[in-house]
């Protein structure tokens, strides 16, 4: 059993400088602290992020939810005894009341479940990936990283339609190894861009990625492939590209924008396919529309197993979407991501429904994070075999991977996912 005797909330910065979600929790073991990160590409299908509009932080603040953390939250879980978490989660989700936790805030209602989490695994005497383990009743994994090291879309200020250009070291033993690959790289990377496109094309997006002034996917993903030549790796063999088009962001009016072009679904598909000939492409990100079902499904056909078809604003974690894309065979692979659907037990939900259908998960953060590395210990004790959680680089994304490699140092015996979860 388990019983919290004070649940709080402040207002805190997030990595943008916009507000977001402290919370703390105490009970037995102590007192406990989580932080809740904020997207940029927002899913139409996502949790109510709840913020407080008005003139302050330009309406973003979200002192309505750090109030319903102190009050309705506190009242609803404060001094009973629940069995686990999954309890403490529900009690909040039906004292909200709505399908996507309008009420009360997804932000306010995420914060107090991670942290009652670490609570939890605190009092079992565990660490948190050792408890979301038996939480989930999956065997730790060591993931493959997917690192963003070229930010395009509405994370960076430059003309790239594609969000996220990403490294996947995924040819090596130990996830020390592939991060120290993915460093190198991102080292090659500056120095390549500075020399061809001078010392402004090394700025940097809010994942920590450069945001060189180039506006063609080929132009990004050469760039890399110099780099990984470069940095003494070779493309296609310890090092593989992945990118997330994020393509809800250049839809209008049935076209998609990019590279120039005014592409319908399948003349995008056959762009994706002809890009993934020429470099060596394992994974898509939401290569269409959050509504395009049908579109990812025959893109995924066409795409066979060459390459691992994900979908993040397609399903936004939620269980009903997921069972959707499921059964309309959409995609092979489901991001998984905390505040989209609020709760840590709807994310262990949604990871396992998509792993029982034979999908792969990615775990992920987002564009607005914080110095929390919840979802490092997430993706290990749920073993998704992959996270994605930005460039080798800027304290908000580094501390998931430094997390990453304090597990790997101290528990050994859990091994690197590597190559294979691409041909599962
Ligand atoms: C995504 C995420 C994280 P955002 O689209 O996958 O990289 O971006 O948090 O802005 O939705
Ligand atoms: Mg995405």
């Known amino acids: 059993m388990v019983k919290l005797t004070s649940v709080r909330a402040d207002q805190i910065l997030d990595s943008r400088g916009n507000p977001t979600v402290e919370t703390w929790v105490s009970g037995g073991p102590g007192e406990f602290r989580a932080q809740v990160p904020s997207g940029a590409s927002t899913g139409k299908h996502e949790a109510l992020e709840l913020r407080d509009g008005g003139m302050e932080f330009g309406g973003k603040g979200v002192l309505r939810a750090v109030s319903n953390v102190n009050g309705a939250i506190s009242e609803t879980i404060c001094g009973k005894e629940f069995s686990g978490l999954r309890e403490i989660d529900s009690a909040m989700i039906m004292r909200d009341g709505t399908p996507n936790k309008s009420a009360l805030g997804a932000n306010a209602i995420l914060g107090v479940s991670m942290a009652a989490a670490r609570l939890i695994s605190s009092e079992n005497g565990s660490e948190l990936f050792q408890f979301l383990s038996s939480f989930s009743g999956r065997d730790p994994v060591m993931p493959v990283p997917l690192l963003n090291i070229i930010n395009g879309g509405v994370h960076a200020g430059g003309e790239l339609a594609v969000q996220e250009f990403q490294i996947v070291p995924s040819g090596f033993v130990k996830f020390s190894d592939a991060l120290r690959c993915a460093s190198e790289i991102y080292q090659h990377l500056k120095t390549h861009l500075k020399k061809k ?31 990984i030549s470069e940095a003494g790796y070779s493309p296609g063999k310890e090092v593989y590209l992945a990118i997330d088009a994020a393509a809800s962001e250049f839809y209008r009016n049935g076209k998609y924008r990019m590279d120039g072009m005014e592409l319908e679904p399948a003349e995008l598909s056959d762009h994706y396919l002809s890009l993934a000939s020429k470099y060596p492409l394992v994974s898509i990100e939401d290569p269409f529309d959050e509504e395009a079902f049908d579109d990812f499904a025959a893109f995924r056909a066409a795409a066979g197993k060459r390459l691992q078809v994900i979908g993040d604003d397609l399903y936004a974690t939620n269980t009903s979407r997921i069972r959707l894309g499921i059964e309309k065979k959409s995609t092979s692979a489901v991001l998984i991501k905390l505040n989209q659907i609020g709760t840590v037990s709807e994310t262990v939900d949604s990871t396992l429904l998509a792993i029982g259908a034979g999908m792969n998960t990615v775990v992920s953060h987002r564009s607005g994070e914080t110095a929390d590395d919840f979802i490092a210990d997430l993706a290990v004790g749920t073993g998704t075999g992959q996270i994605k959680t930005g460039a080798p680089a800027r304290g908000e994304r580094v501390v998931k991977y430094n997390r990453l490699l304090e597990i790997e140092r101290k528990h050994p015996e859990i091994g690197f996912a590597g190559h294979s979860v691409f041909s599962r």
């Open 197 to 227: 496109f001078g010392p402004l094309a090394v700025n940097i997006g809010d994942e920590g990625g450069f945001a060189p002034p180039v506006s063609r996917t080929a132009e990004a993903l050469d760039a890399i492939t110099v780099a």
